[in-house]
């Protein structure tokens, strides 16, 4: 069973535009929330993280958006550049004590110049 | 240098052989994991360890087997290679806390024939 859940597996937009990449999760214990980047022939790199207890958190262009009722998360990406052409990835952990992370499988973002 | 580092960075081996797969660390980090990445699968959690006296399965123990010989080193085996076990490898580390952020090396691609 998925716990994370990142339903488009790619989006395209127009450079200066906006990006939204979507993740939902199912498990109500999870109260801490990351997005990584990944390029090609690279390891994944921590982008930006919220906790549960607030419900946006901005750095720079990215700014992470949390509902918890609706068990969902956003990350925006204003103004977006080519170089912003990656998958991210949306994780979660719990607050069990193992910190383990959960990963969704990735968007592939193209930004187009 | 990078933080995390893991060797080799590719590997083609035949079905059936012994592989090892290395990953160091110059973080000071206690946490350690290993990941494997496969197309549309995102990333899955094989085994992690918090110190050096932990070793814990992951998602998708079966076929791996790790060793912790040092807070800075932690290596993935695959005792007999099978074809489906072709994927990215990624080593990560966390410092001990609620919610840490996980740090990856550059990754292995190894292909199984």
């Known amino acids: 069973d998925q716990q994370v859940k990142q339903n488009s597996p790619s989006l395209s937009v127009q450079e200066g535009r906006i990006s939204i990449l979507n993740c939902d999760y199912t498990?109500?214990?999870?109260?801490?929330f990351l997005w990584y980047k990944k390029y090609p022939a690279e390891g994944p790199t921590f982008l930006i993280s919220?906790?549960?207890?607030?419900d946006k958190n901005e750095d720079g262009r990215f700014t992470v958006f949390l509902n918890k009722s609706a068990k969902h998360l956003s990350l925006h990406i204003v103004p977006s550049q080519p170089g912003d052409s990656a998958v991210y990835f949306c994780?979660?952990?719990?607050?069990?004590?193992?910190?383990?992370?959960?990963f969704g499988k990735g968007t592939k973002l193209t930004v187009n110049p | 240098d990078a933080d995390v580092t893991q060797t080799p960075r590719n590997r083609i081996t035949k079905t059936g052989k012994r592989i090892m797969l290395e990953c160091s660390q110059t973080?000071?980090?206690?946490?350690m994991y290993w990941y494997r990445q496969d197309p549309g699968l995102g990333l899955r959690l094989i085994y992690y360890?918090?110190?050096?006296?932990?070793?814990n399965k992951g998602e998708i123990s079966d076929g791996y087997s790790v060793s912790r010989q040092a807070q800075a080193k932690f290596s993935l085996s695959l005792e007999s290679a099978i074809p489906n076990q072709t994927a990215l490898y990624f080593c990560?580390?966390?410092?001990?806390?609620?919610?840490?952020?996980?740090?990856f090396g550059p990754g292995t691609r190894l292909t199984v024939l």
């Open positions: 990560a580390t966390s410092d001990s806390g609620l919610g840490d952020t996980q740090y």
């Open positions: 498990n109500s214990m999870f109260d801490y």
């Open positions: 919220i906790s549960s207890i607030k």
């Open positions: 994780a979660a952990s719990g607050r069990s004590g193992s910190e383990k992370l959960v």
């Open positions: 973080k000071g980090h206690d946490r």
């Open positions: 360890s918090f110190d050096v006296k932990d070793i």
